[in-house]
């Protein structure tokens, strides 16, 4: 059983190793240069490079900015509801102050 | 200066995102007929394969940013999974264009592809249409394991999947091989699979 196992196995390498692959273009190369050379490449100038890495630093991966996202989001409801919270607030007290201006001279005298 | 066809490819790749046409040249001239095998082990088409070729070259012409050196892998390495993502994108529009059918009905209708057809042996066919069956990613291993030489952790860092993985699509790949070889009578039916 060990013979014909390792016989077949055999054959089946053979059978994988005669696969088919017919031969590219034989200008296959050349193809590929030249239509490069219709497509400018992206960032090629020194001060490009360098905008790009100064760029690139600043660059968060996306959860990073998922979080900052919803801290903002946290952060600006939060600040909206303390202000509207303290004008309620003071316009409440407002009408519990007596100011100069409320009180009549008469009420004085 | 260093004459291009004597740097690594890591080398020409440093080269190329300064804009360099000649390493980039270098690099396609070294390496384009590997990559065109390794393309049309994945779309069984010649013009299919030289144009997923081509197109993964031209990104790389265009965006050569998109490689990372720092990141410690080998060009090739890399590249075979910018080559197989390709010529796999291209498949899957195919098939939105001509849904249903095998591999061979989705190729353009061109005299050349017809040939290649043509010119493969009953047997080669058999083999062809036995591997293009393979679930996708059991496919992928078996072209980079044992057609286009990788090591396995190299095939695994190109599929993005772990050693243990990579092992387990082999080993059900050439199962799966060996029973519809076997059925088709190329191969003498194992013990194994009754």
């Known amino acids: ?109 | 200066m260093v004459d291009p066809d004597n740097m690594n490819d890591e080398d020409l790749m440093a080269r190329i995102k300064r804009g360099d046409h000649q390493a980039f040249a270098a690099l396609v001239r070294r390496h384009s007929t590997m990559f065109y095998a390794c393309a049309f082990r994945v779309s069984a088409n010649r013009d299919e394969a030289e144009d997923a070729v081509q197109d993964a070259f031209l990104k790389l012409w265009k965006n050569p940013s998109v490689w990372d050196a720092t990141r410690g892998a080998k060009f090739t390495t890399w590249f075979y999974r910018v080559v197989v993502n390709t010529a796999t994108d291209r498949i899957r529009k195919n098939k939105r264009l001509v849904s249903g059918g095998d591999m061979f009905d989705t190729m353009p209708d061109n005299a050349d592809a017809q040939d290649d057809v043509l010119v493969a042996t009953e047997e080669q066919q058999i083999l062809e249409s036995a591997i293009q069956a393979l679930p996708e990613r059991q496919k992928l291993a078996l072209n980079l394991c044992f057609y286009e030489g990788l090591s396995n952790k190299e095939a695994a860092d190109t599929l993005g999947v772990g050693l243990k993985a990579l092992e387990s699509l082999l080993m059900r790949a050439k199962a799966g091989l060996k029973q519809i070889l076997a059925e088709r009578g190329l191969i003498e039916r194992d013990k194994q699979y009754g």
């Open chain 1, 1 to 109: 059983m060990d013979d014909s196992h390792s016989k077949n196995t055999h054959l089946f390498e053979e059978v994988m190793h005669d696969r088919f692959l017919p031969e590219p273009s034989s200008n296959l190369s050349e193809r590929i240069i030249e239509a490069s050379k219709l497509h400018k490449a992206q960032g090629r100038s020194g001060i490009d490079l360098w905008m790009r890495a100064f760029w690139d630093a600043f660059l968060l991966p996306h959860p990073a900015y998922v979080m900052a996202a919803i801290f903002a989001v946290g952060l600006f409801l939060g600040l909206y509801s303390e202000i509207a919270g303290s004008l309620d607030a003071g316009s409440s007290l407002s009408s519990l102050i007596y100011t100069a201006e409320d009180v009549s001279e008469g009420d004085w005298l």
